[in-house]
């Protein structure tokens, strides 16, 4: 247990390191995590009112089911039946408790939909926010670079730097891509 404990606050560390030294793949976790929530947020959102639909439905044939129990109370009454009015009248009686009971249901799905747009619009917005901080964040790294590449040229060999455009996208999307990786590989390492 040992050893494994060791290991694992190593690579705790050096991911911990590996963040503050990149802090840009963080914020792109965030943005991945949000971007999860909200897509969950979205099929709950869908879920529910598949719910909502299925529970107006409800209402709605029981609805029709004490209408048509209704008028046969009335039709009994008429005939003098009282042995089928009793039963329809308890029959009237247990569709109403139902249509009462799925009233109640959609009134709590009806809240969780609110709940939901509510929560999603907030992921959403947070995400905007998190996609303007991770612009900024790349912004100021490109700033960075431009000016820390800054030399006198004394150093250089005369090769130094050919073929790499500090502003290149395509050097950017690399070095980009190939930190990904590396954080991937401290993440399997750590498991």
Do not use: C
Not at 11 to 22: C, I, S, V
Not at 57 to 74: F, G, N, P, V, Y
Not at 87 to 109: H, T
Not at 119 to 148: G, V
């Amino acid at each position: 247990m040992g050893l494994f404990e060791d290991l694992s606050k190593f690579l705790e560390t050096r991911l911990d390191e590996f963040l503050k030294a990149n802090p840009h793949l963080e914020l792109w976790g965030l943005e991945d995590q949000l971007r999860g929530q909200e897509q969950d947020a979205i099929r709950l959102l869908g879920d529910l009112k598949r719910r909502e639909k299925q529970l107006e439905d409800s209402i709605l044939a029981t609805a029709q089911d004490i209408q048509r129990w209704h008028s046969r109370i009335q039709n009994a009454q008429a005939a003098n039946r009282l042995d089928l009015v009793k039963a329809a009248q308890e029959r009237e009686a247990a569709l109403l408790r139902q249509g009462n009971q799925y009233w109640g249901q959609l009134k709590g799905v009806k809240d969780q939909i609110e709940q939901t747009r509510t929560l999603q619009k907030e992921i959403h917005d947070r995400r905007r926010e998190l996609k303007a901080k991770i612009a900024e964040t790349q912004a100021q790294r490109t700033a960075q670079r431009a000016t820390t590449s800054w030399d006198t040229g004394w150093a250089k060999t005369p090769f130094d730097g050919f073929g790499r455009d500090p502003m290149d996208p395509v050097e950017e999307s690399f070095q980009r891509w190939e930190t990904e990786q590396e954080l991937e590989e401290l993440k399997r390492n750590m498991r």
